[in-house]
């Protein structure tokens, strides 16, 4: 009874307790100690710091317009009588394009012209009898300038007329016809464009913070989706003479040769202007461990340890950021693996 007594669960728990200090203290004792474990290396890959080229680019997007572009518009309001011209011609300045009907203007003008003949043909018989004193000095001046009235005349006659014949004021590519044969077409009524694209040109914004960079002749390059890989390089013509108050940019005017067409109006280009090129220090941005708002690298030593190294960057670029302080060319710093790392850990390079 006694010794059932003895044995009871407070009993058994004391007992277990016992027992696990009694081993963990022989353990302690005579087992391995974990310090003395041989820490792994951590395999790492490091890069060796030399001084290379930073390409400084001040990347933009812009829109592509026409070197000439106009909406193709008639003066007058008439019957369209010839179309000489198809969508999408290139045309040449000067060639004509649409013809209107002209009956009356053709036949003002050819009156004028007779009676400009007839009165040049009295001018002269007056001159002539003036000469002889057969004619007064009046007679001759009040034709004179009948003369000149009726050249006024066909002036206006002959604007009136050219105004039914609408040409190209400039070499370039037609738009869609908006007209037919028998139209009845209105001032400022859309006929067709015109745009001149052999150059093109390319207009995009600048923050102001890189104004200083920006100068008449610099080259820019430009991609568009609809060509990819392939680069429109040119040089900038034109800077405005303001900066937006609102998005504190400024527009810059650049032009692309076009020869082969392939840009059009109002493509949007991704655009590359190289501001500068200098010789600097530059480490993969995954290298770099940041901690609040200092940087920090990884450094390995001779003897296959890191070190924690603080490093002032610079200016950044997709993939790469510029060293400015705290690093020296020859140092070599881990790129891959620095999640695993502290002061003084071992590792081993892995080949690249």
Do not use: C
């Not at 908006?178 to 209105?186: A, D, F, K, P, T």
Request: charged share 25%; no cysteine.
């Amino acid at each position: 009874m006694a010794f059932r007594q003895l044995i009871n669960p407070i009993s058994l728990f004391v007992a277990a307790l016992a027992a696990t200090a009694v081993y963990l203290t022989w353990f302690a004792d005579n087992g391995p100690q974990a310090d003395e474990r041989p820490q792994q290396a951590v395999p790492v890959r490091v890069q060796t710091l030399q001084i290379s080229e930073f390409r400084d680019v001040i990347e933009a997007l812009g829109t592509a317009r026409a070197n000439e572009s106009i909406i193709v518009t008639a003066q007058v309001q008439d019957i369209v009588t010839q179309v000489h011209f198809d969508d999408g011609d290139v045309v040449e300045a000067g060639q004509l394009l649409v013809e209107m009907d002209a009956r009356e203007e053709t036949a003002r003008v050819q009156e004028l012209k007779f009676r400009l003949a007839e009165a040049n043909r009295q001018y002269q018989r007056l001159l002539d009898l003036n000469r002889q004193n057969a004619a007064s000095q009046q007679q001759l001046e009040s034709q004179d300038v009948a003369v000149k009235e009726i050249i006024a005349e066909l002036e206006v006659a002959e604007t009136q007329l050219a105004q039914k014949r609408i040409s190209a004021p400039f070499g370039g590519r037609l738009g869609v016809r908006q007209i037919s044969n028998g139209s009845l077409v209105s001032p400022g009524a859309q006929i067709t464009t015109l745009d001149d694209i052999s150059p093109i040109k390319l207009d995009f914004n600048v923050p102001e913070l890189f104004f200083a960079s920006l100068q008449v002749g610099q080259q820019v390059s430009a991609r568009s989706d609809a060509y990819p890989g392939e680069e429109f390089t040119g040089v900038i013509r034109s800077i405005d003479s303001r900066v937006d108050p609102l998005t504190r940019a400024i527009l810059v005017r650049a032009e692309l040769p076009n020869d082969a067409l392939k840009l059009r109006p109002g493509m949007l280009l991704r655009v590359n202007l190289l501001r500068s090129v200098d010789q600097t220090l530059v480490l993969p941005e995954r290298s770099i461990v940041p901690i609040q708002d200092r940087h920090y690298v990884y450094v390995l030593r001779d003897d296959n340890t890191v070190k924690q190294q603080q490093i002032t960057i610079g200016r950044r670029k997709p993939g790469i950021v510029e060293v400015i302080d705290g690093l020296q060319p020859g140092t070599r710093v881990v790129t891959e693996g620095i999640v695993r790392l502290r002061d003084g850990v071992a590792v081993s390079i892995m080949e690249n």
